[in-house]
């Protein structure tokens, strides 16, 4: 038996150029040796610093959610520069596609493979984890998740989808139909190689860990709460975080289930999804898009939450319509899952199934627009200043409305059936989930980032960055809207059409500038890490922030809150603020019970990656040997007694007291100066004129 299964050494995409030189092996080679220099200076740069130790007990095996939430962001952030280049190399491709291209057919479908597949699962939904990790137990008043020790195996999980994609850039190859992975074109018959195998494993595992994330953010919110915090007080993000939370536990399964079965039709040739012995793919489409649809908003809710708090507290007003808001959260989560066969209007539905779900379709525009125009309203007469979250909003509310415009279009059945399949489609999802999950993510960046590592990100490259964001994006995409209404279909490696060329030349231009705006954001990094003396606002409240997080240091302790606060109002923060009462010493500490450190999180990443490679290169012995280490693992670890990590009430009091004696110490900034270096993160506060 070979113990390597079907892996050769052939399968090392890092020879491939060397076998047969092209442009397109340069590219596929090239990838390969760059994830493999860039894993290795990493392993070397870590052992250089000598923090091996530090990187194990800090962070490794921490559960405090802030640290987790943080690690999700820089996962993203990591899959993010591979799914960029990929795009980068797809736009250059196309501009060279009149009959033919600059990259093979087989290498151009991997790479819209994957590259859908990153951004969706390990780019988009590891920032919206690492904002919801963050944020919600600061804005709830709690110490931590419900479930610390599930949290940090979530994101262990979630790292196994995204390492095996990573894997496949250099061993193997990743699957050519899509993020949707639709059988049969992925059934054994069709492909028989890896790839699939790769998009099974890392779709089936990280699905586990979005189930989770969805049950602890869920039970989170419902039963963390600070005590007086009812529903109607909670913040606009946390609202949108419950919301996501329970999409996330009712639409990951069923991607889950149809991943799992898709493996049991390639592995054992069940023809669940194959036209013969009683299958159906049409049964995988149901139970992909039953997921799919849900999607959308499980990834754009908590963008809309960072709007809204962002409209708050950089109009500096009290966010407009809240109720009305809360509703229309929680109608667009009820409506996404109702339809999902829009997505089927082509494959031979009846006229009155098609009207159905198009009005469906239609009727999330509603929600959506009270959304939109809460946000306008409560813009309206604020004390608005040009920082870079507003920069982001103003493209945002921009380039999203037409985005959301092109969703009713395509909501239309007959006017489906002309583009669909067609680069309009592509143009109209880049539209909403760029200027709406990305532009709100790196707005939150910004805005939180403070709060997090205590001090700010550099304003004007920040701007600048932002700019080439807005400029990129509108050169790269809205010309895809013409291309499309012209004929040109999507997922195509080549055309024949030479009108289509100047679109493209200008895509690729987009693209490039795309390229550097991601670059922009390690500028803006490195800038800002140069001078985070002079940016440091330690304190706190950069910001003039409304909500609790705020009501904390930067960085805030590993507690969270010297004691539980109450909550009496809505903008629990704003409310002390503006009734003189912020920043109090509690009556009385004491000591604080927090969960323990654990390898667990390390121990699955490890064992349900290596089951992943096993599976997809047949490596039996190993795939049994993952399941034994894990289960084993599971076991004696409940036979061991877990004792708390115990903070002092001492030294609570030595940290909080030091806190409120600097503020007591400062001056508060105000609005005009917050980005100078004067704002040490205590806002001088002006609701107390405006009333919260």
Known sequence: ???????????????????????????????????????????????????????????????????????????????????????????????????????????????????????????????????????????????????????????????????????????GAFETGGWTAYPPFTSAAFDPGPGPDYWVWAIAISGFGSTFSGINYSVTIYK??????????????????????????????????????????????????????????????NLFWMFGHPEVYILIL??????????????????????????????????SFMVWLHHFFTMGNSATVNVAFGIATGLIAIPTGVKVYVWMTT???????????????????????????????????SINWQVHNTQFVVAHFHNVLLPGLLFGTLAGVHIWFPKAFGFRLDERAGKITAMLWIVGFCLTFLPLYVVGLM?????????????????????????????????GLFATLYISIRNRDRLAVPLGDPWDGRTLEWATPSPPPPWNFPVIPEVVSRDAFAKEKSEGRPYVLPPEYRDIHLPPPTAAGLVIFLATTAFGFAMTWYMWWLAILSVVVVIGWLVMRSFREHEEVVIPAVEVRRVNNAWIEAIQLGKGVNRDHETSSANRGYAASDYLKEGA
């Open 302 to 335: 908590p963008a809309y939450g960072i709007f809204s708090e962002l409209v708050s507290t950089f109009g500096a007003k009290r966010i407009y319509g809240y109720t009305s808001l809360v509703i229309a959260t929680m109608s667009i989560a009820v409506l």
């Open 379 to 413: 813009l309206w007469r604020g004390r608005i200043r040009f920082t870079v979250p507003i920069v982001y909003m103003a493209g945002f509310l921009i380039l999203f409305t037409i985005g959301g415009f092109s969703g009713i279009i395509l909501a239309n059945p």
């Open 224 to 285: 963390m709460r600070a005590p007086g915090m009812k529903f109607m007080f909670m913040p606009v993000f946390t609202w949108t975080a419950l919301c996501t939370g329970i999409l996330m536990t009712f639409a990951l399964p069923p991607l889950t289930v149809a991943a799992i079965m898709q493996a049991l039709d390639r592995y054992l040739d069940f023809h669940f999804f194959t036209n013969d012995l009683g299958g159906n793919m049409m049964n995988y489409a």
């Open 1 to 171: 038996m070979n113990i390597f299964g079907r892996l050769h050494w052939d399968d090392l995409k890092l020879w491939e150029v060397f076998h047969d030189f092209s442009i397109d092996s340069l590219v596929a080679s090239g990838a390969a040796w760059g994830a493999v220099f860039a894993f290795v200076a990493l392993i070397g740069w870590i052992t250089y610093l000598g923090r091996w130790g530090w990187l194990y007990r800090e962070w490794l095996t921490t559960v405090d959610h802030k640290k987790i939430g943080i690690m999700y962001m820089i996962m993203g952030f990591v899959m993010f520069a591979r799914g960029i280049a990929e795009g980068v190399a797809m736009r250059s491709h196309q501009a060279t596609a009149l009959d033919g291209g600059v990259l093979s057919a087989y290498h151009y479908a991997e790479l819209f493979s994957t590259h859908g597949t990153i951004m969706i699962f390990f780019v988009a939904m590891p920032f919206i984890n690492g904002f919801i990790n963050y944020l919600v137990p600061l804005q709830i008043g709690s110490r931590d998740m419900a479930f610390p020790m599930l949290n940090q195996i979530s994101l262990a999980l979630t790292a196994t989808g995204a390492a095996l994609c990573m894997i496949s850039l250099v061993v």
């Open 487 to 519: 004929g040109y279909p999507r997922r195509s490696a080549a055309f024949d059409d030479p009108a289509f060329v100047p679109y493209m030349i200008v895509c690729v231009i987009g693209a490039f500038i795309l390229l550097t705006a991601f670059a």
